[in-house]
């Protein structure tokens, strides 16, 4: 059986750790079994890995100092290197790639560099960081997968590997997402909504980056044109303070559900009427497939790649045309909008978790 280590900062709930639960669920675990290495011991998926054959690894974040990170290192894979067939490093820039310099030391043959994003919010030491490691990719990688083609760019461009880097979809389990008439009304009763509430909903990491607040300036545009409106956010994170205040400096609190972390969102996306992502940047977010999956009139920012659009009337929008802008959008596009299940044009555009777990099977057992 092969043994293969995702490396990544935590197994929270977020987009990366989505796509890798997705891929678990659905790879031939009779063939490979998962193992994590982490450097937060917060883990809303442990039960879950555990009972799929999985095993969780944690040591300190390099933050803390990184002389006993490369320590820590060194150590786990002078232990484990014999047991692991496969690394496979998760990163949304290049800042920290001395996981895989320490597989390569300890003899693991292939040894996967994945990009999850086109940029990153962070220090100048990470930008840095992030532009010095380019010219280590090649000797310590020996694949190189990305979610999209602007991720490609942002991570490989410069490092001698572009023309080797393969475009990973992140896949989702679609019979999850596709849109249930039944469960929408079930949903809609359960969180108290009217039949005539219009619901625009968000699933993200509550930070700068997912740019929430702009969300809210969109609401207030939107009640402004009928009362009818909700907003359903779903996430947690840094940014839960201010957006909470934001929304009571503008008297929203009532057209606001903030329903916090969940485990349902493939059924609470059944319950929206609209998805709307206003990011400043992403990779191709597991969130807008899944919402386009569950036939939802999505709504999205520019900066995001063009591969996320897999429907006709999933629409890009630049923000500087500001909120006023959408808002109006939002409830033109909404008055004409027919709801249909999607499910084979999301699996036509490869975007299958069954087929992808196949592809990144065959991957893992390469022998050279």
Known sequence: MLTVLHILDSMNRGGIESFIMN?????????????????????????EIEELGGQIYTIPARRNSIIEYHRNLNDFFKKNAKDISVVHQHASSLSCIDPLFYAKKYGIKIRILHSHNTSISASKLHYLLHWFNKFRVKPLATHYFACSELAKEWMFNYTGVEGKVIVVNNGIILENFAFDENVRNAKRNELGLEKDNLVV??????????????????????????????????????????????????????????????????????????????????????????????????????????????????????????????????????????????????????????????????IYGQRD
């Open 201 to 362: 909903g968000h699933i993200g990491n509550i930070s700068k980056v997912k740019n929430q607040i702009f969300l809210v300036d969109i609401l207030k545009a939107l009640v402004n044109k009928s009362d009818r409106y909700r907003l359903m956010l779903i996430g947690d994170g840094v940014g839960r303070k201010a957006l909470l205040d934001k929304i009571n400096d503008l008297n929203l609190n009532q057209y606001v559900l903030f329903l916090g972390l969940r485990d349902d969102t493939n059924e609470l996306l059944q319950a929206m009427d609209c998805f709307v992502f206003p990011s400043l940047f992403e990779g191709l977010p597991v969130a807008l497939v899944e919402a386009q999956t569950a036939g939802l009139l999505v709504v999205e920012s520019d900066s995001i790649s063009i591969m996320s659009k897999l429907l006709e009337t999933t629409i890009l929008l630049p923000l500087d045309k500001g909120d006023f802008y959408w808002a109006n959008i939002i409830n033109e596009k909404l008055r004409s909008f027919i709801r249909v299940n999607v499910r084979n044009i999301i699996q036509s555009k490869g975007f299958d978790m069954t087929n992808i777990a196949e592809k990144l099977l065959s």
């Open 23 to 47: 891929l678990y669920r659905s790879i031939d675990r009779t063939k490979v079994r998962f193992v994590f290495l982490l450097q937060n011991k917060s883990n809303s998926h442990r039960q």
